[in-house]
């Protein structure tokens, strides 16, 4: 028979968290991380509308020359 009291499922995050520096230095590492993902979030949001936008014209340029002719 083996032994399965030997077996712990939280001996991997006891050995993940390590000591109180290391976990703030990966909270902090985590905030930049998130913070850049928000900032290049941000500019994609705005190259977005800016296309939008651009298609709206070029499709309203569209739309004044079909009516022209």
Not at 25 to 52: G, I, N, P
């Amino acid at each position: 028979m083996s032994n399965v009291s030997a077996y712990n499922p939280f001996n991997g995050i006891f050995n993940m968290t390590g000591s109180s520096s290391d976990t703030a230095d990966r909270l902090e590492s985590a905030k930049d991380k998130s913070l850049e993902l928000t900032a290049q979030a941000a500019e994609l949001s705005v190259l977005t509308q800016s296309m939008k936008v651009t298609t709206t014209f070029q499709q309203g340029l569209k739309d004044i020359g079909n009516a022209i002719r």
